[in-house]
């Protein structure tokens, strides 16, 4: 009797003791939340994590509408603060740029270590802008990109010529855009295609990339619990090892390969690419480790982002025949049917940069941008951000904000030729379209992206007419995508070309 009552006197003692427990720890985030913006009420333990549904862009962009565009969210053991209109994301890119330059690190990017490398991850300091110097001075620079202009125009003439041999078939555009993205990147970087029609392990090859970056987009538990780390519940950093491992043991030939020709003096390019700047500038804080880290990144970017982008163009022209006749019309008068398009063309093809700005701003790649970190307490909105404090910029829901746009989810390139949206760019300075971020942590490869995804898109559309199979109607194609770190279309668009040139330009 006397041990049931010790028992049910420990409970009590238990139960009280957790009560006044909890309800502390209740009073200080109510006390913290005060400071924060407002945001939705969450359950406990869980937060917020439920209401971010299956694509939480569109969640994030529904709950901003009652919470305003700067909104707290409690993701599970951490704080985040969500931007939803350009007026904030301009207060976190460039007011208090500096405070905000810095990153969360997701688990899937501790894998190997590579968040100490990487300079989409790195956090704001010298490493990071030592890689800032070399990526703008060396890699991307006006006059790298243009001593480059040859691969990348060999690239496309290789890409137009395996479309011309398979005329009247059915192809799948987002494998054709990967796969010439990939040998696009590839050439900038090694000089050489890593991709080959004719080798089945190339499909392989797409396969471990967008296989490691679709776990990397996976809501992980381990980054809303950090004392789930060591268990990885849903096997994500599992998964984005051995996806690594294996593109590092392919990019570790390539930089062994290269570093004995240079012994040698034998089997170099002509020009200098990436690879040979890179290995140029090692040292005892740049070794062989961080040349590779960045290779990673630069194709990651330049097969799956580039290349989404690409595909949505192709998809939107196709739904929208007006469209693409007019964008066929402009290349007819500035290149002509007697000739390919040419990088030196792109400058002159308004019609073809509006297309691309509106698919930025209907389809953005990335759509919650790489998220930011606040280094420091700060005051944004008349709210007061905490230290520490993730900040997620839903550039998906700016870009369809009806108080910047009309008819925001209408398809409409149009309407950046009129007089309120005619100077608006995509480079960070207009915050109502930012597909790259902004401020001092944008894309650092935008230069190249710019570059890749107007010449290839134009060289596709002045090459071939693009129909869809019989059957098929455009007034009907599915547009819708999938979440993740990257916004796919869910269903892969097959489409059939049709020359639209001499055959001896092909």
């Known amino acids: 009797m006397e041990e049931q009552w010790l028992i049910w006197l420990s409970a009590l003692v238990s139960s009280v003791l957790s009560y006044f427990l909890l309800d502390l720890i209740a009073k200080r985030m109510r006390k913290r939340r005060e400071y924060l913006p407002p ?125 011309f041999e398979k005329r009247g078939q059915s192809l799948n555009i987002a494998h054709l855009v990967f796969y010439e993205g990939l040998n696009l990147m590839s050439n900038a970087i090694f000089s050489k295609n890593l991709f080959d029609p004719k080798n089945p392990d190339s499909a392989e090859l797409r396969n471990t990339f967008t ?41 570790d030939v390539f930089i062994q390969d290269r570093l004995a020709a240079r012994r040698i003096g034998v089997d170099l ?33 330049g097969s799956d982002t580039t290349t989404t982008t690409i595909e949505w163009v192709i998809v939107e022209l196709i739904a929208n025949p007006r469209v693409m006749k007019q964008a066929q019309k402009e290349l007819e ?15 002159h093809l308004p019609y073809l940069h509006a297309i691309v700005k509106e698919v930025f701003r209907l389809h953005p790649t990335l759509p919650l941008a790489v998220p930011h970190k606040a280094d420091n307490l700060c005051e944004v909105g008349g709210y007061m951000i905490p230290k520490d404090t993730q900040v997620i910029v839903n550039v998906w829901a700016i870009g369809r904000d009806p108080k910047n746009w009309k008819e925001p989810l209408k398809f409409m390139p149009e309407r950046f030729f009129n007089c309120e949206n005619s100077k608006i760019k995509y480079k960070g300075q207009d915050f109502e379209l930012i597909p790259f971020g902004a ?3 944008i894309c650092l490869g935008l230069p190249l992206a710019h570059q890749m995804v107007h010449y ?27 979440f993740g770190t990257v916004l796919k279309k869910a269903i892969e ?8 040139l001499p055959n001896n330009l092909y």
């Open 211 to 251: 296989e490691s970056l679709r776990l990397a987009g996976i809501p992980n538990l381990a980054d809303f619990y950090p004392f789930l780390r060591f268990l990885d519940p849903q096997g994500v950093s599992r998964g984005v090892t051995v996806h690594t491992k294996r593109l590092h043991k392919l990019l």
């Open 39 to 163: 945001g939705p009420p969450g359950w406990p333990i869980v937060g917020n994590l439920l209401q971010l549904g299956k694509n939480p862009n569109e969640s994030l962009w529904a709950l901003s509408q009652k919470y305003g565009p700067l909104m707290t969210l409690s993701l599970g053991m951490k704080t985040a603060v969500v931007v939803s209109s350009s007026e904030m994301a301009k207060e976190i890119f460039k007011t208090h740029d500096q405070n905000f330059a810095g990153r969360p690190v997701l688990e899937a990017v501790k894998v190997l270590s590579h968040h100490k490398s990487s300079i989409v991850f790195a956090q704001y300091g010298d490493y990071w802008r030592k890689l800032r110097r070399i990526a703008t001075t060396e890699l991307f620079s006006t006059s790298r990109l243009q001593a480059l202009q040859h691969l990348r125009r060999d690239q496309v003439s290789d890409m137009i010529r395996m479309v």
């Open 439 to 441: 401020g001092r942590r």
């Open 493 to 500: 668009l097959h489409a059939i070309p049709t020359p639209r």
């Open 333 to 347: 008068e500035v290149v002509g049917l007697n000739k390919k398009v040419e990088e030196s063309n792109i400058n």
């Open 269 to 301: 390019p002509k020009e200098k690419d990436f690879l040979d700047i890179l290995l140029d500038l090692t040292a005892d804080d740049f070794t062989l480790v961080n040349v590779r880290a960045l290779v990673l990144e630069f194709l990651a970017a």
């Open 456 to 482: 290839t898109i134009a060289t596709l559309i002045h090459s071939f007419d693009w129909n869809l199979p019989i059957g098929m109607n455009y007034e009907k194609i599915d547009m819708a995508y999938t």
